[in-house]
C-alpha cells in the first residue's frame, strides 16, 4: 500500500530534506499510499465516539488505537506503516536505528470535529511499557479529503528552543514524518471544517531502543496560547505531575492501548 519503492529509489534526497528542514526534521510525502486503496480506506472510516486522552488541551477530539480492525485496507497500512521496510526507511534518513511499534500504544485513527484543536504540546518521551523505547518520531497521514486552507487544522511547529515556527497543510493522502524531541512543539488552531466533515488522521510512533535513559521521564507536556485563560495556563503548568499521580494509581491508558 505504501510506495517503498519510491521511498528507497529517493532515500539520499529525502534524508537530506528531512535533516535539514525547520524548524526541526521533518519530511512531507504526498500521494505515497496506493490512492485508490486509500480512497476505499476512507470510504470505510465510521464517526468515532471514543473521545480522546487528550481532552485536557484538546476540544472534539476523538480516536480509535486499534484501527486495523475496521477492514482489509486498515490492516494493510498498518502492517506497512510497522513493517521492516518502514523501520529501515526511517533509520536512514534519521542515520540513527529507529523502529515503529508494532502496537501503536498512543497512536491511532483521529478525527477532529466541529471546533477541534489540539493546544500545542510535547509528547511522552519514553514508551509505557518499554521503558528503554525513546519516542524518535511520529508518522501522521493525513485523511483530509477536499481540504482546504480556510478549514484550519493545519499541523503547527515550534522549536521550544528557538521560537521558530511553520505550519504544514493536511490534505488527503499527506504523510508528515516528523522529529520529537523536548523542544518539539505542535499541534492545531481550532478547525471550521463543512458539516459532517472532520479533521482526520492516522497517527503512528516510532522509537530507539536506548541502553540509558537520555532524557527524564515525561508524560505530555502542555503549553497553553498566550491567550489562554489562568485556569488553563495553571491546569498546564501541573499536568505532567497530575498525569503521574493519575497512572500511579489507576494505570496509564497510553500503556493499555485504549
Request: hydrophobic residues 30%; contains cysteine; charged residues 30%.
Amino acid at each position: 500500500m505504501i510506495d517503498f519503492d519510491f521511498l528507497e529509489k529517493n532515500k539520499e534526497d529525502l534524508r537530506f530534506e528531512y535533516l535539514t528542514k525547520k524548524p526541526f526534521p521533518y519530511l512531507v510525502l504526498d500521494e505515497i499510499i496506493d490512492r485508490e486503496k486509500l480512497g476505499s480506506l476512507y470510504d470505510q472510516i465510521p464517526e468515532l465516539v471514543n473521545k480522546s486522552r487528550d481532552y485536557v488541551f484538546a476540544n472534539n477530539k476523538f480516536e480509535k488505537s486499534n484501527y486495523k480492525t475496521l477492514g482489509e485496507e486498515f490492516e494493510e497500512l498498518y502492517n506497512d506503516l510497522s513493517s521492516q521496510r518502514m523501520n529501515d526507511f526511517l533509520s536512514f534518513i534519521a542515520c540513527e536505528p529507529i523502529f515503529v511499534d508494532p502496537k501503536n500504544h498512543g497512536g491511532g485513527l483521529h478525527q477532529g470535529k466541529k471546533n477541534s484543536f489540539l493546544d500545542m504540546h510535547l509528547d511522552f518521551n519514553y514508551h509505557p511499557l518499554n521503558k528503554t523505547w525513546f519516542r524518535n518520531m511520529n508518522l501522521l497521514l493525513y485523511l483530509n479529503k477536499n481540504w482546504k486552507p480556510e478549514y484550519g487544522g493545519q499541523l503547527r511547529l515550534e522549536d521550544l528552543r528557538s521560537g521558530e515556527k511553520n505550519e504544514i497543510d493536511v490534505p488527503f493522502n499527506r504523510l508528515v514524518i516528523q522529529k520529537t524531541r523536548g523542544y518539539t512543539l505542535h499541534g492545531y488552531d481550532k478547525t471550521s471544517f463543512p458539516e459532517g466533515s472532520f479533521r482526520t488522521s492516522i497517527a503512528t510512533y516510532a522509537y530507539t531502543d536506548h541502553k540509558y535513559l537520555i532524557e527524564k521521564r515525561r508524560t505530555t507536556d502542555w503549553f497553553p496560547g498566550k491567550d489562554a485563560g489562568s485556569i488553563k495556563k495553571f491546569m498546564a503548568k501541573y499536568y505532567d505531575s497530575a498525569v503521574k499521580v493519575k497512572n500511579y494509581f489507576f494505570g496509564s491508558g497510553t500503556a493499555k492501548n485504549q
